[in-house]
């Protein structure tokens, strides 16, 4: 099966979170079982390039120079989110139309909107794998519900609804969206997201570690770091080793303040945190080794990667009851699910991990073994192809392609 991923984050260059983390791990892995496999990455100022990294065949392209038509609606409608959401939409149909390949399915995110005008036009099956959309993003930061913010999410809306196969990783998004009419009647597949699990199993363990929390992502409202340092600020009266790391850039204020100094700012206890900034992915795995647990407690989380690393690296993992994550870490104890915003409940679950190595290491080896086999790569591939596959079956229905295609598309996968 020939195979287009759309994708600003795909790393390293360009890697800026969760999306560009899960396309790095999945795309290989279907190169792996066969498949031709393509990214196009489309991001400002980006030089042209064309590579084949690990069998897969990746397209970087900068975006088109902003049409004149463009320009004039940033100036009378003062909409930058809308307009460069159009913006991205253009200059990846354009890309998509210069590649010298015939691709059978396109996978692209709801982010940003980029499949937008392939779901619109329709010249070949697609597939909108639900990241976390920006109504939810605005839903929990609290961005002005405006003109500008209503029209962006009217985009990435139509991008995702037009879809041939929608997929999503978690109950917890798919019930937040279809709670709001945004699905309006679609049903998403559920499946789970990948771990490339053989970088983290050198991960040093639990047992050489301090009693340290990690934290990993970005530093916002969103992802809630400030009941990490309000949690070990509660532990350590009676637990003074206890402390704190956080990996991950600084996004928007907190009462004026940038959001990492402000969170500096909370810590009672000197050095019982330590904010790293950003770390490179290759660094991440050293950040890990020094943690015994590592924390989670989003405000909402759809489905985070860096808690999958943590499990494949054998810690174990505290989460709050909105991350999508929640239901397959209580369900299969590999650590600890926490009411959102909840210090006291945070530090509760952490300490027996941080008082305790012997104990923080047979729940991580838990969620180790639960990591390499039920998101190893290669089984969520062999789901994927599924999913791909059902996307062919679609587009033939609605007159787009024809029955051979679907056959033939079916028959490669059963290899």
Not at 5 to 14: A, D, N, R, V
Not at 47 to 74: I, Q, Y
Not at 234 to 260: I, K
Not at 318 to 327: I, K, M, R
């Amino acid at each position: 099966m020939r195979i287009l991923f759309l994708s600003q984050e795909y790393p390293p260059e360009t890697g800026w979170g969760g999306i560009g983390s899960y396309l790095f791990t999945l795309a290989p892995a279907l190169a792996a079982r066969g498949h031709q496999v393509h990214v196009l990455s489309c991001v400002e100022g980006q030089k042209a390039s064309d590579s084949l990294d690990r069998g897969v065949h990746l397209h970087r392209r900068g975006l088109l120079e902003r049409p004149r038509t463009l320009r004039l609606l940033h100036r009378v409608l003062r909409a930058p989110q809308t307009v460069h959401r159009i913006w991205v939409a253009l200059s990846n149909y354009y890309w998509y139309r210069q590649l010298d390949t015939v691709v059978e399915v396109v996978e692209y995110p709801d982010w940003f909107a980029e499949g937008l005008l392939l779901a619109w036009r329709r010249p070949t099956a697609t597939v909108a794998q639900l990241h976390t959309p920006l109504v939810v993003v605005g839903k929990y930061l609290g961005h002005a519900d405006n003109r500008d913010f209503r029209w962006a999410c009217r985009l990435e809306r139509s991008a995702v609804r037009r879809a041939d196969v929608l997929s999503c990783p978690s109950r917890l998004l798919l019930n937040e969206l279809t709670g709001s009419g945004w699905l309006r009647g679609r049903n998403p597949r559920v499946l789970p997201l990948p771990v490339d699990w053989a970088t983290w199993r050198d991960v040093a363990p639990v047992s050489q570690t301090e009693p340290t929390v990690a934290v990993v992502g970005r530093l916002d409202m969103l992802k809630s770091p400030e009941t990490v340092v309000r949690a070990v600020n509660a532990l350590r009266p009676d637990f003074p080793q206890a402390r704190a790391v956080f990996a991950g850039h600084a996004n928007g204020f907190r009462d004026g303040l940038p959001y990492d100094q402000w969170l500096r700012g909370l810590a009672t206890y000197p050095g019982s945190c330590e904010l790293l900034g950003p770390v490179p992915r290759r660094e991440l795995p050293t950040v890990i080794s020094k943690a015994r647990v590592l924390a989670a407690p989003s405000a909402y989380d759809n489905f985070p990667v860096a808690v999958l690393e943590a499990m494949a690296s054998g810690r174990p993992v505290v989460v709050s009851e909105n991350t999508g994550l929640a239901p397959i870490i209580r369900d299969n104890q590999l650590g600890a699910v926490v009411p959102a915003g909840d210090p006291g409940a945070l530090a509760s679950a952490l300490q027996p991990f941080l008082s305790d190595a012997a104990y923080a290491a047979h729940v991580g080896r838990r969620a180790m073994n639960f990591a390499r086999t039920l998101l190893d790569p290669d089984v969520i591939a062999r789901e994927r192809e599924d999913l791909y596959a059902n996307a062919l079956a679609n587009f033939a229905l609605h007159g787009a392609s024809n029955a051979a295609q679907v056959g033939q598309a079916r028959s490669r996968l059963a290899f």
